[in-house]
C-alpha cells in the first residue's frame, strides 16, 4: 500500500521524503523508476530516541513538509497462547509509541507554520475482531497486539485532530480492510476466496485503491476534515 501511495505521489509530482529501514526506500524507488521528486531515506522509527532531532534535520534540509503519512505497523503472528508480554510491548511500541512521538514531533513543526495534514494507519482491525472461519489452516488469523495498536491508532487521530484543529494542522486516519499482500495472495488462493466472500463487494482491496483516499486526506480538497477514520474496506466493516 505504500508503494502505490508513493507511486500516484510521485505521477502527481509531489515532492516526497520516503523513509523506511534498511535502504527499502531506494531499492523501491530504483525498481520502480521513480522520478527524482520522490526522496528515499532510511530510518527506523522505533528508535524514538532520534525521532525529534532526525525530524528537525529534515525540516532544517527539506522544509517543514505539508503533509506526513505514517504507515508504521508491528505484528508478531503469534497465537494468543503464545504471545509473550514482552512481544506485546515490542509490538505496541511500534504500532502506538513509535507513531506517536514521529506524529507529535513533525506536528509540531507544522504548528509554526499553522498548516499541515497528518494521516494515520489504522486497519478494520482496530474495529472489529477476525472471523476465525476465514482464517483456516494454514493461515493465522490477526494477533491481538495488531489490533490493540490498530484501535489504538483510532484514538490517537482523534485526540491529536481535537488538540490541533484551531491551529490549522488536521490529523485522520484510514482504516484498510482486505488487502493481503502479494505473496499471500499468490500462495494461498483458497485464503484469497474466503477474504473475497466476507466482503459485500466480493473481492479483495487492490493497493491502488487505498493511494486515492490517503492523498485525498492530504490535500486542501479535506479541508474541513478533521479526526476522521476512513474505512477503505469494500463494506466488511458493514456487516
Request: glycine share 8%; proline share 5%.
Amino acid at each position: 500500500m505504500g508503494g502505490a501511495l508513493i507511486t500516484l505521489l510521485s505521477e502527481l509530482r509531489a515532492r516526497v521524503l520516503c523513509i523506511d529501514v534498511d535502504d527499502r526506500a531506494e531499492k523501491f524507488m530504483r525498481s520502480n523508476e521513480l522520478q527524482s521528486n520522490i526522496i528515499p531515506l532510511t530510518f527506523d522509527i522505533n528508535d524514538t530516541a532520534r525521532v525529534p532531532e532526525f525530524t528537525k534535520e529534515l525540516v532544517s534540509q527539506f522544509g517543514c513538509p505539508d503533509g506526513l503519512v505514517n504507515l508504521a505497523f508491528g505484528s508478531t503472528s503469534e497465537k494468543l497462547e503464545d504471545l509473550t508480554d514482552s512481544d506485546f510491548d515490542r509490538i505496541n511500541h511500534t504500532g502506538l509509541t513509535a507513531t506517536f512521538i514521529m506524529a507529535r514531533e513533525v506536528g509540531f513543526h507544522m504548528l509554526k507554520r499553522k498548516s499541515g495534514s497528518i494521516v494515520l494507519f489504522s486497519s478494520m482491525y482496530g474495529m472489529v475482531s477476525p472471523n476465525e472461519e476465514v482464517y483456516q489452516h494454514p493461515m493465522t488469523k490477526n494477533p491481538i497486539e495488531y489490533g490493540v495498536s490498530k484501535a489504538g491508532i483510532i484514538q490517537m487521530t482523534k485526540y491529536l485532530a481535537v488538540h490541533w484543529a484551531k491551529s490549522g494542522v488536521r490529523v485522520n486516519c484510514v482504516s484498510p480492510g482486505p488487502f493481503p499482500n502479494p505473496n499471500v495472495q499468490k500462495d494461498f488462493p483458497d485464503f484469497l476466496s474466503r477474504l473475497a466472500e466476507k466482503s459485500p463487494m466480493g473481492r479483495i482491496g487492490k493497493a491502488s485503491e487505498i493511494a486515492g483516499p490517503v492523498v485525498f486526506l492530504l490535500s486542501d480538497l479535506a479541508s474541513y476534515i478533521t479526526g476522521h477514520n476512513m474505512v477503505v474496506d469494500g463494506g466488511w466493516t458493514v456487516w
